[in-house]
């Protein structure tokens, strides 16, 4: 069976969006794969953290995994940082890592820019802690979305290298593209990815919003003037945007919503749909919390650590005695 790994920052409570373009399909594959979630602690503190909320958001974002339908029994769930072979394998791999490439990450350069106070070396070099991630499990397949294509290019590339200089160590992982019909875009701007950071909070449904609220939102979403209910990302961003969070919740497809919903106006659709992310949002809140409040999360996540260590030990050693670290025994 492949190897598939996955790591998200414990950055912010993700949105609806979050969970259709990879919480929910992260369910769907992990019969097929030997799957890794990582939370990826490590990545977060790039950039200031308040220590007690991004404990909190660690164990949240357990949660949230959990109540999205990850199964331990089938998955490994884990803390990066409680897994010292990451930040091992990511200095290592720092040390075959150009500036110049670095410098190029499209990430590096926005969030360079938001720094008053100069700028954390990690944000520069967290790349190769990022390939780290995924090598040191032997990873085939690496789930993600458009905004990590070019990280993905850079950890292959410091896998061809490494392999170069020091033989065929490490395994070059393939990249997997979400299905299509899996981007949630902003309820109020549908040309825009839906972000859990948006400082509008109309812009984006959280995981953990009331969901009263959460319907609101939905039936303030910016729609267009001509009142067809049709699936067309580009003439019709909003409702098509609309369609899709339908679609993804209820398995239906945009063409049966398009014929269910013809005679309908955008108030009837918007009603219905408020509707379903509320009922989405109560079940989805109420497993969140029996995990969130429970002594068994402790415990998947230890056996995750377990797991996750002895998985990445053998990668480990094998880099560190490619690159002659260490004493031979």
Same mark, same amino acid.
């Given at each position: 069976?492949?190897?598939?790994?996955?790591?998200?920052?414990?950055?912010?409570?993700?949105?609806?969006?979050?969970?259709?373009?990879?919480?929910?399909?992260?369910?769907?594959?992990?019969? #097929?794969?030997?799957?890794?979630?990582?939370?990826?602690? $490590?990545?977060?503190?790039?950039?200031?953290?308040?220590?007690?909320?991004?404990?909190?958001?660690?164990?949240?974002?357990? *949660?949230?995994?959990?109540?999205?339908?990850?199964?331990?029994?089938?998955?490994?769930?884990? &803390?990066?940082?409680?897994?010292?072979?990451?930040?091992?394998?990511?200095?290592?791999?720092?040390? &075959?890592? %150009?500036?110049?490439?670095?410098?190029?990450?499209?990430?590096?350069? #926005?969030?360079?820019?938001?720094?008053?106070?100069? !700028?954390?070396?990690?944000?520069?070099?967290?790349?190769?802690?990022? *390939?780290?991630? &995924?090598?040191?499990?032997?990873?085939?397949?690496?789930?993600?979305?458009?905004? $990590?294509?070019?990280?993905?290019?850079?950890?292959?590339?410091? !896998?061809?290298?490494?392999?170069?200089?020091?033989? #065929?160590?490490?395994?070059?992982?393939?990249?997997?593209?979400?299905?299509?019909?899996?981007?949630?875009?902003?309820?109020?701007?549908?040309?825009? =990815?839906?972000?859990?950071?948006?400082?509008?909070? =109309?812009?984006?449904?959280?995981?953990?919003?009331?969901?009263?609220?959460?319907?609101?939102?939905?039936?303030? +979403? !910016?729609?267009?003037?001509?009142? &067809?209910?049709?699936?067309?990302?580009?003439? =019709?961003?909003?409702?098509?945007?609309?369609? %899709?969070?339908? +679609?993804?919740?209820?398995?239906?497809?945009?063409?049966?919503?398009?014929? =269910?919903?013809?005679?309908?106006?955008?108030?009837?659709?918007?009603?219905?749909?408020?509707?379903?992310?509320?009922?989405?949002?109560?079940?989805?809140?109420?497993?969140?919390?029996?995990?969130?409040?429970?002594?068994?999360?402790?415990?998947?996540?230890?056996?995750?650590? #377990?797991?996750?260590?002895?998985?990445?030990?053998?990668?480990?050693?094998?880099?560190?005695? *490619?690159?002659?670290?260490?004493?031979?025994?």
């Amino acid at each position: 069976m492949e190897t598939l790994f996955s790591g998200i920052q414990p950055s912010g409570i993700p949105t609806l969006g979050n969970y259709v373009g990879a919480l929910k399909q992260f369910n769907e594959i992990q019969d #097929d794969y030997d799957c890794f979630f990582c939370i990826v602690d $490590q990545h977060a503190i790039t950039v200031p953290q308040d220590r007690l909320k991004l404990r909190k958001q660690i164990r949240q974002l357990a *949660a949230i995994y959990l109540a999205a339908g990850i199964d331990p029994e089938k998955s490994t769930l884990f &803390i990066q940082s409680e897994v010292p072979a990451h930040a091992q394998a990511g200095w290592m791999l720092t040390t &075959i890592a %150009s500036i110049g490439e670095l410098e190029r990450m499209t990430q590096f350069k #926005d969030k360079s820019l938001k720094q008053t106070d100069g !700028v954390p070396a990690g944000l520069l070099t967290y790349p190769p802690l990022m *390939a780290a991630d &995924i090598v040191i499990y032997n990873t085939n397949i690496v789930p993600v979305g458009d905004d $990590q294509k070019q990280h993905m290019e850079l950890t292959r590339n410091l !896998v061809d290298r490494f392999n170069s200089r020091y033989n #065929d160590v490490l395994v070059k992982p393939e990249i997997r593209v979400p299905k299509v019909g899996g981007r949630v875009m902003s309820l109020q701007d549908p040309t825009k =990815k839906m972000s859990k950071s948006d400082d509008n909070q =109309k812009n984006f449904i959280s995981l953990l919003d009331e969901p009263n609220r959460a319907a609101k939102k939905i039936k303030s +979403a !910016v729609t267009d003037s001509d009142g &067809i209910i049709k699936f067309d990302r580009e003439n =019709k961003p909003g409702i098509s945007n609309l369609l %899709s969070i339908y +679609a993804n919740l209820t398995e239906e497809t945009t063409d049966t919503l398009e014929e =269910k919903y013809k005679d309908s106006n955008y108030g009837e659709f918007k009603t219905d749909l408020a509707e379903i992310v509320k009922e989405f949002l109560t079940d989805f809140q109420e497993k969140y919390n029996n995990f969130y409040n429970s002594d068994e999360l402790d415990e998947i996540l230890d056996n995750g650590r #377990d797991k996750a260590q002895k998985a990445s030990f053998k990668t480990l050693k094998k880099m560190e005695k *490619a690159m002659g670290l260490g004493r031979k025994r």
